[in-house]
């Protein structure tokens, strides 16, 4: 073997060097580099045991020059105290001219021989071997027989798994139910979509809550555009194919294997131009396994144990327990219902801990840890304003539904906080639990509750424009301050101006008085009004005490009371310019009304029933006689959901004047019907016997029936309802309500339902039409017609 000479580039010495033996061992790490710098540019020849020796020689000299060179900067300008052997090494010739020296050797005179020819001839090595020939390269294989599951699943004709190509117990695992077979099925959730799953897979208790959810969040289908292109459609679906993954673990299939693919029709076959395969073509298959579903195991809420003797009653609230499948969902859930438990108990600090779930994958099992803190129970105190003077503490509690005294209940707060919103009479609202006294003893401690409130703009101008077939236009104006009388007192002045009636008056309300929803009314206007039925100038004071059913507290129950004081001219109606004589009717009454509502909206009911009782004894005085009589109707509404989507309503009304003639009695106080709130297609007060004039007389019956489907289109997101109707109803001149002579009236109508209520247009025709009525009545309001 030949070590050829390394080519190196040697450093000049940078340095002045002396004979004197201190200035030897100025540049230990220079002498040594010439060192071997000599061994390096010799060449040698030498058997194996020869090349040991030097190689290891040489190795010894390069470290020693490399620790030198690390060596020398942090010596700075010390000397360095050398090795005397290794000195001794360095011959002194190398050190005075170290190129001279190095090339004063044998293997620097002995000249390299030159490169040998590329083109010439390989030297005879005296053996070959044959070049091999295609043929013995050729390997027979034995045939592999296709497995008909496997070219089943890729098929493009098969489409979808079958069967049995289920992984061993698929289509067992999944569900509750037990099933015999091994089956797949197939859920379509949408053209671009299908679940692949074990049969029991649909059974296992919340398959179409699974199924809602992966359709509401899918990046396919909500991310859905005619611009989609196929590389986006395959990214979506694998966010879809984790977005299944994550939902079958919060179910608990915490084992699942979730994998998709595409199908698309063949080339050529697709819907774009000339037959290309585009976005809308592919159809996204998801092949569910979901395993075992795991149960939990421990259900430990530690800390729940303070609450003593409502520790039972705590821990039933919170109803997971060990062996139930897992529910993420049901954790937050019952998370939530224990925490309101607490704060229905009493417990008004009570903390409710971050739920942990250890999954134990070798047990199918989760470990749940729920950390609780009770903090003690407590009792009401009072409940404190901090702006008395608008709404003082003592109105605050007469709003208040609970008393100082009661075990605290977190419901009851969040109650006051709605009523006292309700008022309108403020912007920003704070109601907090404050501790007052601490439990002692074994007794509850007590807390005060704290109101803090920001005043809102009190005064309010409103105006209102509407239009009735029977009525004609009527513009309506007013101005309000809500709380001029502190707390709740309203001062509302009012005008009405229409082609039927004028009116202005004055209203003085006072809101939450004495308890919940309980209103006191003055009531003070000045009207005239002119209708086919009859003319009427008339002054009415009016006071009324009532509780009310309202939009955000809608009651079982509500009734009201007054005293009603009338002075009135009135004259039956005109017929080409004739008319009877004025009246003057001095009225007192005494009105009271009951309503039991069992249904499920105030505004708009789609299940339950309504029942409505009104009553007014009244004593009038006209023409130098006194006479007296009681008022009187009854109406009940039924609401029953035929379907989703459709809701059949129905109302029914009898009311009836007893004690007198009917000659007795204002025109204005009659029973009259016809209109958007009686019957539709006939004008208002139109229905019902006739003077000589063809004008309405009113009565001293009344029955009225009304009929509706009311269909919630999918049209603007379900807000559009198409509702078709019937009604009828009759006015007789006797006291007892009655069923013949009914005038019929049929139509549609649309609602387009808001937040606050159905706006409602309806159409209508009467089916029996007299001489004098219209064919068409049109009717505009908020709130179903009943």
């Given at each position: 073997m030949r070590l050829l000479p390394l080519r190196s580039r040697s450093r000049a010495p940078t340095a002045t060097r002396s004979r004197s033996a201190p200035a030897r061992t100025e540049c230990l790490a220079h002498r040594t580099s010439i060192a071997f710098l000599k061994a390096d540019s010799e060449a040698y020849r030498f058997d194996a045991g020869a090349f040991s020796t030097i190689r290891i020689a040489t190795w010894a000299l390069l470290l020693t020059a490399g620790a030198a060179v690390a060596l020398a900067p942090a010596a700075g300008a010390q000397s360095l105290d050398a090795d005397p052997e290794l000195e001794a090494l360095i011959p002194d010739a190398a050190v005075a001219n170290p190129e001279a020296w190095a090339m004063d050797t044998e293997a620097a005179a002995t000249p390299v021989p030159e490169e040998a020819d590329a083109d010439a001839d390989l030297t005879d090595t005296g053996f070959s071997i044959e070049w091999p020939e295609a043929e013995d390269f050729e390997v027979e294989l034995q045939e592999i027989k296709i497995d008909p599951e496997l070219e089943q699943l890729l098929s493009r004709e098969s489409g979808r798994p079958a069967a049995d190509l289920a992984l061993p117990g698929m289509a067992e695992r999944g569900g509750e139910g037990d099933r015999d077979e091994y089956e797949l099925a197939?859920?379509?959730?949408?053209?671009?979509?299908?679940?692949?799953?074990?049969?029991?897979?649909?059974?296992?208790?919340?398959?179409?809550?699974?199924?809602?959810?992966?359709?509401?969040?899918?990046?396919?289908?909500t991310l859905r555009d005619d611009d989609d292109n196929l590389a986006q459609l395959a990214n979506r679906a694998e966010e879809d194919a984790?977005?299944?993954?994550?939902?079958?673990?919060?179910y608990g299939f915490n084992d699942a294997d979730v994998r998709q693919r595409v199908e698309t029709p063949p080339a050529g076959e697709g819907s774009g131009e000339s037959g290309a395969v585009v976005a809308s073509d592919a159809q996204y298959v998801f092949t569910i396994d979901p395993g075992e579903r795991y149960r939990y195991g421990e259900v430990a809420l530690p800390g729940l144990e303070a609450a003593e003797d409502d520790f039972a009653a705590l821990r039933d609230a919170f109803e997971i327990r060990a062996?139930?499948?897992?529910?993420?969902?049901?954790?937050?859930?019952?998370?939530?219902?224990l925490g309101v438990a607490m704060g229905e108990t009493g417990y008004?600090?009570?903390?409710?801990?971050?739920?942990?779930?250890?999954?134990?994958?070798?047990?199918?099992?989760?470990?749940?840890?729920?950390?609780?803190?009770?903090?003690?129970?407590?009792?009401?105190?009072?409940?404190?304003?901090?702006?008395?003077?608008?709404?003082?503490?003592?109105?605050?509690s007469e709003i208040a539904q609970f008393d100082a005294g009661e075990i605290y209940q977190a419901s009851e707060v969040d109650d006051l906080r709605r009523a006292i919103l309700s008022t309108g009479l403020v912007s920003s609202l704070s109601v907090t639990p404050r501790e007052v006294a601490p439990p002692a003893n074994g007794e509850p401690g007590t807390v005060a509750v704290d109101v803090a409130l920001t005043p809102a703009p009190l005064r309010t101008i409103a105006g209102a424009v509407g239009y009735?077939?029977?009525?004609?236009?009527?513009?309506?104006?007013?101005?309000?301050?809500?709380?001029?009388?502190?707390?709740?007192?309203?001062?509302?002045?009012?005008?009405?101006?229409?082609?039927?009636?004028?009116?202005?008056?004055?209203?003085?309300?006072?809101?939450?008085?004495?308890?919940?929803?309980?209103?006191?009314?003055?009531?003070?206007?000045?009207?005239?009004?002119?209708?086919?039925?009859?003319?009427?100038?008339?002054?009415?004071?009016?006071?009324?005490?009532?509780?009310?059913?309202?939009?955000?507290?809608?009651?079982?129950?509500?009734w009201s009371i007054g005293l009603e004081l009338v002075a009135t001219q009135e004259r039956e109606g005109t017929l080409g310019g004739l008319t009877g004589p004025r009246e003057t009717y001095f009225v007192a009454a005494l009105p009271g009304e009951v309503i039991y509502d069992k249904s499920d909206d105030l505004l708009d009911p789609t299940r339950g029933w309504r029942v409505a009782l009104f009553a007014s004894p009244e004593?009038?005085?006209?023409?130098?006689?006194?006479?007296?009589?009681?008022?009187s109707w009854a109406e009940g509404r039924y609401y029953q959901p035929v379907?989703?989507?459709?809701?059949?309503?129905?109302?029914?009304?009898?009311?009836?004047?007893?004690?007198?003639?009917?000659?007795?009695?204002?025109?204005?106080?009659?029973?009259?019907?016809?209109?958007?709130?009686?019957?539709?297609?006939?004008?208002?007060?139109?229905?019902?016997?006739?003077?000589?004039?063809?004008?309405?007389?009113?009565?001293?019956?009344?029955?009225?029936?009304?009929?509706?489907?009311?269909?919630?289109?999918?049209?603007?997101?379900?807000?559009?309802?198409?509702?078709?109707?019937?009604?009828?109803?009759?006015?007789?001149?006797?006291?007892?309500?009655?069923?013949?002579?009914?005038?019929?009236?049929?139509?549609?109508?649309?609602?387009?339902?808001?937040?606050?209520?159905?706006?409602?247009?309806?159409?209508?025709?009467?089916?029996?039409?007299?001489?004098?009525?219209?064919?068409?009545?049109?009717?505009?309001?908020?709130?179903?017609?009943?």
């Amino acid at each position: 073997m030949r070590l050829l000479p390394l080519r190196s580039r040697s450093r000049a010495p940078t340095a002045t060097r002396s004979r004197s033996a201190p200035a030897r061992t100025e540049c230990l790490a220079h002498r040594t580099s010439i060192a071997f710098l000599k061994a390096d540019s010799e060449a040698y020849r030498f058997d194996a045991g020869a090349f040991s020796t030097i190689r290891i020689a040489t190795w010894a000299l390069l470290l020693t020059a490399g620790a030198a060179v690390a060596l020398a900067p942090a010596a700075g300008a010390q000397s360095l105290d050398a090795d005397p052997e290794l000195e001794a090494l360095i011959p002194d010739a190398a050190v005075a001219n170290p190129e001279a020296w190095a090339m004063d050797t044998e293997a620097a005179a002995t000249p390299v021989p030159e490169e040998a020819d590329a083109d010439a001839d390989l030297t005879d090595t005296g053996f070959s071997i044959e070049w091999p020939e295609a043929e013995d390269f050729e390997v027979e294989l034995q045939e592999i027989k296709i497995d008909p599951e496997l070219e089943q699943l890729l098929s493009r004709e098969s489409g979808r798994p079958a069967a049995d190509l289920a992984l061993p117990g698929m289509a067992e695992r999944g569900g509750e139910g037990d099933r015999d077979e091994y089956e797949l099925a197939e859920t379509e959730l949408s053209r671009r979509i299908v679940l692949s799953h074990p049969a029991s897979f649909a059974e296992f208790g919340q398959f179409d809550e699974f199924i809602a959810r992966f359709e509401g969040l899918s990046d396919i289908e909500t991310l859905r555009d005619d611009d989609d292109n196929l590389a986006q459609l395959a990214n979506r679906a694998e966010e879809d194919a984790a977005l299944l993954s994550d939902m079958l673990a919060v179910y608990g299939f915490n084992d699942a294997d979730v994998r998709q693919r595409v199908e698309t029709p063949p080339a050529g076959e697709g819907s774009g131009e000339s037959g290309a395969v585009v976005a809308s073509d592919a159809q996204y298959v998801f092949t569910i396994d979901p395993g075992e579903r795991y149960r939990y195991g421990e259900v430990a809420l530690p800390g729940l144990e303070a609450a003593e003797d409502d520790f039972a009653a705590l821990r039933d609230a919170f109803e997971i327990r060990a062996g139930d499948f897992i529910q993420e969902d049901r954790i937050v859930a019952e998370r939530i219902d224990l925490g309101v438990a607490m704060g229905e108990t009493g417990y008004a600090f009570a903390e409710v801990g971050q739920p942990d779930l250890l999954i134990d994958h070798a047990s199918d099992e989760g470990d749940l840890t729920l950390p609780v803190t009770p903090g003690g129970q407590y009792r009401f105190g009072e409940v404190i304003s901090s702006d008395p003077e608008f709404l003082s503490s003592r109105h605050l509690s007469e709003i208040a539904q609970f008393d100082a005294g009661e075990i605290y209940q977190a419901s009851e707060v969040d109650d006051l906080r709605r009523a006292i919103l309700s008022t309108g009479l403020v912007s920003s609202l704070s109601v907090t639990p404050r501790e007052v006294a601490p439990p002692a003893n074994g007794e509850p401690g007590t807390v005060a509750v704290d109101v803090a409130l920001t005043p809102a703009p009190l005064r309010t101008i409103a105006g209102a424009v509407g239009y009735d077939t029977g009525r004609g236009i009527r513009t309506e104006v007013s101005w309000e301050h809500r709380n001029l009388f502190p707390p709740e007192g309203m001062l509302q002045l009012h005008a009405i101006a229409g082609t039927q009636e004028q009116l202005a008056g004055a209203t003085f309300r006072r809101n939450n008085w004495h308890g919940r929803d309980r209103v006191l009314t003055l009531d003070v206007f000045a009207s005239t009004i002119d209708r086919d039925a009859y003319e009427a100038r008339t002054i009415s004071g009016v006071a009324r005490f009532e509780k009310l059913s309202t939009l955000l507290f809608q009651k079982v129950l509500a009734w009201s009371i007054g005293l009603e004081l009338v002075a009135t001219q009135e004259r039956e109606g005109t017929l080409g310019g004739l008319t009877g004589p004025r009246e003057t009717y001095f009225v007192a009454a005494l009105p009271g009304e009951v309503i039991y509502d069992k249904s499920d909206d105030l505004l708009d009911p789609t299940r339950g029933w309504r029942v409505a009782l009104f009553a007014s004894p009244e004593l009038s005085h006209t023409g130098g006689e006194r006479s007296t009589y009681l008022r009187s109707w009854a109406e009940g509404r039924y609401y029953q959901p035929v379907s989703e989507r459709l809701v059949v309503a129905g109302r029914a009304r009898f009311g009836t004047i007893v004690g007198t003639d009917i000659s007795n009695i204002a025109p204005s106080r009659r029973l009259y019907a016809g209109g958007g709130g009686s019957v539709r297609g006939y004008g208002y007060q139109e229905i019902g016997p006739k003077d000589d004039l063809g004008d309405p007389t009113g009565g001293l019956s009344l029955s009225e029936f009304s009929l509706e489907a009311r269909y919630r289109t999918g049209l603007l997101d379900g807000a559009i309802s198409i509702v078709p109707f019937i009604d009828a109803g009759t006015v007789a001149n006797d006291s007892s309500p009655r069923l013949n002579g009914m005038q019929y009236g049929a139509g549609v109508g649309v609602r387009y339902h808001t937040n606050f209520g159905p706006l409602r247009f309806d159409v209508a025709t009467p089916l029996n039409p007299r001489p004098d009525d219209g064919r068409i009545a049109v009717y505009i309001s908020l709130g179903q017609a009943f």
